[in-house]
């Protein structure tokens, strides 16, 4: 028995029931990532221009205890990247967007987290259901072969049941494929709009970095001191002032 009888006999003993129980539990798991993905998504939610405007006020006020209370109270991610920002907010624009870089990268794999399953499933569904169908095809011609070597009608009717088994394969296929590529693309939206949002954040705390309100503790107290001249600059004074002048009206 050749490779191709042997794998025609693998595929008719195993038949396409495997293929459709698989699909099951691949819709199930797909269908509790989309409901922990949505909760999650829901959790932190953020109201973007209330926080942006309190955070320019407070940042404006040079209170940066208030905006460091106003991130940390927050569960969004936006405000967890700007928080990474204040912490750094005393060394300077660089080191607070370094910091607030950083962060970013963080965020981004924790709303992605479990996304990759969705895509994959997505896009390689319809090929598993394809599976199916191909092994209830080859059933469906198995027994037209039957059929055709003992001249007998009866077996029609099995022909029958493997072509829709074939058929149900493929719509299964197609059920657990469309939805995890539209929750995906959903989420993907949601993941840009919130690292929109975060970068929009950013830049806010950066302009007020950059624009000089930034809160400095180690400059705020300190005296204002006047610079004496020193001893070389003032004798270079004296000898300019004792030179007589050599003009002559």
């Known amino acids: ?7 025609k006999d693998i595929l008719l003993h195993v038949g396409a029931s495997p293929v459709m129980y698989l699909m ?26 209330s926080l942006a405007t309190r955070l320019s006020r407070a940042l404006a006020k040079k209170d940066l205890p208030a905006a460091r209370a106003l991130v940390a109270e927050s569960r969004s991610a936006e405000a967890r990247i700007a928080a990474a920002g204040l912490q750094q907010y005393e060394f300077g624009p660089d080191a607070a967007q370094e910091a607030m870089a950083g962060a970013s990268v963080i965020q981004r794999m924790r709303l992605e987290r479990r996304l990759a399953f969705l895509g994959t499933l997505g896009n390689n569904a319809p090929f598993v259901g394809l599976l199916g169908t191909v092994i209830g095809i080859v059933q469906a011609f198995q027994r037209l072969e039957d059929a055709g070597q003992n001249a007998s009608a009866g077996p029609s009717t099995a022909v029958m ?23 995906y693309n959903y989420f993907q939206r949601r993941i840009k709009s919130t690292l929109g949002n975060a970068e929009a954040l950013t830049h806010i705390l950066l302009s007020h970095l950059k624009g000089g309100t930034a809160f400095d503790p180690a400059t705020a107290s300190a005296p204002s001191t006047v610079r004496e001249p020193s001893p070389i600059s003032q004798r270079s004074l004296e000898r300019v002032s004792s030179v007589p002048s050599s003009i002559e009206v």
């Open 1 to 7: 028995m050749n490779i191709v009888e042997r794998s």
């Open 24 to 49: 099951i539990v691949l819709s199930i798991a797909s269908l509790a990532v989309m409901i922990e993905k949505g909760l999650f998504f829901f959790s932190i939610r953020e109201d973007l221009e």
């Open 161 to 183: 049941g493997s072509i829709a088994e074939a058929l149900v394969a493929t719509a299964i296929g197609l059920a657990v494929a469309i939805p995890a590529v539209a929750a």
